[in-house]
């Protein structure tokens, strides 16, 4: 695999695994007991680069590619899922929008916060009766008075918590679904911004998750990300991408099942000889890794395309697929290896079972990716 | 000031233990195919220096003896750390060289570097740790020397070391140009590279130079000095015994049996 990664990829991939080695595997499994979110480690984080990988350097960002970026998220994974959480959406699904269709006053005022780690960023798409059906959200915009008037709850926020700045999409034109949706830079901190329910959840749980509401918050005309109608494209764009730093999070889970079963399965002893020995074990742990390589290169291609400007939703809805269910699928494995001690929190693939469902459903689940890349195999219907 | 970091690259000492191996007929570690980084202490002697650079402005330069085909990845975290530039002595043979040797190699690149105060080196390598090239090349500088030094700051006209000893730590004075050997302690822990540093490290200069251009370079009277007659792996065995009796009992076995072994 590494013959496809530049030097620049290794040595970002070598410094991300000492980070995480250093910072995140320590406190990983402390994190998510306590639910408590990692400050000093997402400010670690910012400093070494990571919280803007894809931003120009011009705007604080680090201005690599995204095959860099995937590499770098797996590496947080292996360590810590919660908190390649709060990294991939400061990443993908704030930075990358404003990136990409922000004005340059937009990318001038918010990118080097984002980046720097002075501020984070959350994505405000999800309502409690749009989830799949994204684009049958119900929040609405008005243009009253020279300003925005944002009014509806969001649910499922990532970074609700902590975040400082909110990319907001809400209907603001008649026309229905994605056409009439207009997408907001919004501050946590504006009048009429309130945190509603923190989730408690079963995974990834030092990544704060919660709903936001919205009752009559005036928002800038300049803060409008893109044109009026634009925010259903530029949602599911971003989403392209977002399924793509998903898919990487399932990698970095996936093979921490891989990595820990593998030393797990040489030390346990049962009938006389490590576990290791047994055929069912050799064939569990072969089936681990070929299906994590196998993601690897889904994931990696689907990078490579979205860095090269080639529409990608079909890839990445596949490599996010793939990925997420080899990380349920890898989790199962480990959970039964380590038989009882796969169940308590002595061991860390318990947690790992825990963190790998999210990914078969956050950012469009399993179902969602099927329909896409169905959709872009079969004629219309 | 002006830094030279000199850098060993080594098998990777984290490299697991089924991937390790030893050649035989050259009685040398193999390093091919195996993961090669710098080694610990010179990492830490690189972060010596770049604190010295980001607390007074010095230029550092990293400086290495090995073969230049595989050296790039570790020249390239040289200078992401922050090194300025970094000069190659292209030599195949440059890991396995005798102390003494690589000293004397290790005087000539520097003098043909050119201006230089201070020397930094890991206090030993994680393969072979002689622990002898520092205070050698002292010698061939004509250098002051300081071995096992954690932390360095400019003082006055010179340097104030705290170094290790037996009974703690002593700080003292040197004068410059001088050869420091740095150990390990928490104030030295190498840094990260950003990613936007790693980006920007293929910018910096890098120099090769064959042996050759660095003037002809004796060989000691007495030979190389040190003679490997053979190499190999330690066997180690292990065996667990348990302990019977009462938690008091257990406790007064397990002291007897640590005696025994002249562990307590």
Known sequence: MNAVLTDEH???????REFAARALAPIAAELDQRSRFPKEAVAEAAGLGLMGMMVPEEFGGSGMDVVAYVVAQEELARASAGFQTIVTVNNSLVCDPITRWGSEEQKRRYLPGLCSGERLGCYCLTEPQAGSDAMS??????????????????????????ADLCIVYARTEQAAGARGISAF?????????????VEKKLGIRCSSTTELVF?????????????????GRIALATLDGGR???????????????????????????????IAEFQATRWA????????????????RAARMRGEGVPCSRE????????????????????????????????PVERYFRDAKITEIYEGTSEIQRLVIARSLLSRR | MDIVVCFKQVVDPELPAKDFSLDGSTRRQVRSGRPLVISTYDENALEVALQLKDGSGAKVTALTIGPQATLGDSVRLALAMGSDEAVIVDDPAGPDLPGAVKARMLAAAIRKIGSCDLVLVGCESADWA????????????GAACVTFATRVEPSGGGLKVRRLADDGFHVIGAGTPAVISITSDETNRPRLPKVKDIVAAKRKPVHTWAPADLGSVEATPTGEGVTVRDVAVPQRTTQCEFLAGEPSEQAAALVAKLRALKLL
């Open chain 1, 215 to 231: 009752d009559g918050c005036r928002v800038p005309q300049e803060n409008l990300l893109g044109g009026r109608g634009e925010g």
């Open chain 1, 244 to 274: 793509i730093g998903i898919a990487a999070q399932s990698l970095g889970i996936a093979r921490a099942c891989l990595e820990e079963s593998a030393a797990y399965v040489g030390q346990r002893r049962q009938f006389g000889r490590p």
């Open chain 1, 316 to 347: 990445a809805a596949m490599a996010k697929l793939f990925a997420s269910e080899t990380a349920m699928w890898c989790a199962h494995r480990a959970v039964q290896l380590f038989g009882g001690y796969g169940y308590v929190a002595d061991y």
């Open chain 1, 10 to 16: 290794r040595m970002i991939q070598a410094m991300v």
């Open chain 1, 185 to 197: 830079l919004v501050e946590k901190a504006s009048p009429g911004v309130a945190v509603g329910k």
């Open chain 2, 130 to 141: 002689e622990r002898v090239v520092a205070p050698l090349l002292a010698e061939e500088m």
């Open chain 1, 137 to 162: 959200l119900r929040t609405t915009g008005e243009l009253r008075g020279g300003e925005w008037v944002l009014s509806g709850t969001k649910s499922f926020v990532t970074n609700g918590l902590e």
């Open chain 1, 285 to 300: 742990i072969a089936d681990m890794a070929t299906r994590l390589e196998a993601s690897r290169l889904l994931v990696h």
